[in-house]
Every structure is written in C-alpha cells, then in structure tokens.
C-alpha cells in the first residue's frame, strides 16, 4: 500500500535549503541521521501536464491568501522574484530557495485534490 509521496529538492546548499524549509515555512520534521531533515509538507496533490520538451517534475507550494502568505514569509526572511502575476490556474509569485533555485507558491483558482484524504490505495 502506498502511504504517502516523498518529494526531493536537490540543492546547493542542503543546510541553507534546509534551514529555509524549518526556520521560515516552519514545517515540522525529523532529523533521519546528523542533521539531514526530512520535512512534513502536510496535504498534498499532484497533477499531470502535457510536456512542451522533455518530461520534468516541478514543485509549487499552495496557499488560500497569496498577499497573506508573501507577508508572513517575508516577515521570516522570505524572498520573491518577480510580481504576483495572474495564470489560468491561479494567482502566482515564484519564492527563492536558499540553494535551491525557485519554487512556485500560488493561491488556486481550480477545484483543489487534497481534501480527498488517505491514505492512497
């Protein structure tokens, strides 16, 4: 039985990358052995897209208020590129990763999965 879905950010610099996921999304976790953090990232979903080149896998975090969200993050060091910016599927604003490019945090306009529940059959 399938009990959960694991998700890997490779990075630069783990610790800062790291540091980023505990101290300013403040998502709990454990240390599986000498300080390397595997963090619960609560409810998730997972949508399949057509590639425009080859087949990629991409991170976006989810939140209800984006003007809410950027405020509180900044307020714990977070960091933006760009504007908000309007897409089909929802209001969006790429946030810098410590050592660990961009990931794409939006408030959705579409019907959201993670409500369904688990665990996964």
Known sequence: MITAVHTLVYAEDPDA????????LCWPNVDADDGWL?????PSELGVHPADGPPRHEISLMCDNLE????????????????????SFGRCIDMLIPGAATMLLYEPRHPVAYPLGSPLP
Do not use: K, P, W
């Not at 990358?17 to 300013?24: H, L, P, Q, Y």
């Not at 809410?68 to 309007?86: D, K, N, P």
């Open 17 to 24: 990358t790291r540091a980023f996921f505990r101290d300013v």
């Open 38 to 42: 595997i963090f619960g990232t609560g």
């Open 68 to 87: 809410r969200t950027i405020a509180e993050l900044s307020e714990r060091g977070a960091q933006f590129a760009g504007e908000i910016a309007q897409r």
